[in-house]
C-alpha cells in the first residue's frame, strides 16, 4: 500500500528566503505526482504535475524535483511571499487518470 | 483545466439526518471522485464514480453510509447518511480531464454535524 510522507509538517520563514518541502513515497511505481497548495477552509489548487519520466518542473518561482527510484520529490519556492502561506500537499498515482494518495502536507507560514 | 462546482458550498446538520453534496463539471469526464478531508488532516479517497456502472468504495467506506450516483459525464452526487458528528469534514470532488494530466478539485463542502 502506497504511504506518502511531508517533512516537516509546519515551516515558519521569514519574507524572502527559499522553501524547500519534502514528499517521499515508499512506491517508486507511480505515474506521476502532482503538488498542491490549500489556503484555509479552501479547496485545493494544482501547481504542478510532474509525470514519472521526468526529473523536474518548473512554473514561476516554483519548481519540483522528483527522484522516482528513491521515492522522493522536493518543491522549492524562491524568494518566498506572505501570500505564500498556505498547506502544501504532495499526491501520487498509480496510473493515468487514477485516484490520489496523498501525504500529510506542509504548513508553511511566510513572515513579512 | 476543469471548472467543478459543488453544492452546498458548508451546511450544518443535525446527527442521524442525511446530506447530499452535488459536484457539476464544465466538461465531460470518465471518472469522478470523491474525497474527505477530516479536521487537521489530508484528503482521504472515499469512492470513484464512473457513468453507468457501480462506484468503487475504498476501504473503510460503504455504499450503505455514502451512496454516490452518476446520471451522466458531468454530474455526481454523494450522499452522506445518518450522520455523526465524526462526519463533520470536507468533502471534495475531482476530476482528471482527458482522462490524464493534471487533477482538478472542486471547492469542497465544509459539513458540520452537531
Known amino acids: 500500500k502506497q504511504e506518502v510522507t511531508q517533512i516537516p509538517a509546519a515551516l515558519s520563514v521569514p519574507e524572502g528566503e527559499n522553501l524547500v518541502l519534502n514528499c517521499s513515497f515508499t512506491d517508486s511505481a507511480i505515474y506521476n505526482l502532482q503538488w498542491f497548495r490549500q489556503d484555509p477552509g479552501k479547496g485545493l489548487t494544482s501547481l504542478l504535475l510532474?509525470?514519472?519520466?521526468?526529473r523536474e518542473q518548473t512554473s514561476g518561482r516554483l519548481n519540483a524535483s522528483l527522484d522516482k527510484s528513491s521515492g522522493r520529490s522536493t518543491l522549492y519556492i524562491a524568494a518566498s511571499q506572505p501570500g505564500d502561506s498556505a498547506t502544501y500537499l504532495c499526491?501520487?498515482?498509480?496510473?493515468?487518470?487514477?485516484?490520489?494518495?496523498f501525504g500529510g502536507g506542509t504548513r508553511v507560514l511566510v513572515k513579512p | 483545466s476543469a471548472v467543478i462546482s459543488q453544492k452546498p458550498s458548508r451546511d450544518i446538520c443535525q446527527r442521524g439526518t442525511s446530506l447530499t453534496i452535488q459536484c457539476q463539471v464544465d466538461s465531460q469526464v470518465t471518472m469522478m471522485f470523491w474525497y474527505r478531508q477530516q479536521p487537521g488532516q489530508s484528503l482521504t479517497l472515499i469512492a470513484t464514480?464512473?457513468?453507468?456502472?457501480?462506484?468503487?468504495?475504498e476501504s473503510g467506506f460503504v455504499i450503505d453510509k455514502f451512496p454516490i450516483s452518476r446520471p451522466n459525464l458531468t454530474f455526481s452526487t454523494l450522499t452522506v447518511s445518518n450522520m455523526s458528528p465524526e462526519d463533520s469534514s470536507i468533502y471534495l470532488c475531482?476530476?482528471?480531464?482527458?482522462?490524464?494530466?493534471?487533477?482538478?478539485f472542486g471547492p469542497g463542502t465544509r459539513l458540520t454535524v452537531l
Open positions: 499526491a501520487v498515482s498509480k496510473r493515468a487518470g487514477n485516484k490520489l494518495t
Open positions: 475531482s476530476v482528471v480531464p482527458g482522462g490524464v494530466g493534471e487533477q482538478f
Open positions: 464514480a464512473n457513468q453507468g456502472s457501480e462506484a468503487t468504495y
Open positions: 510532474i509525470q514519472s519520466s521526468q
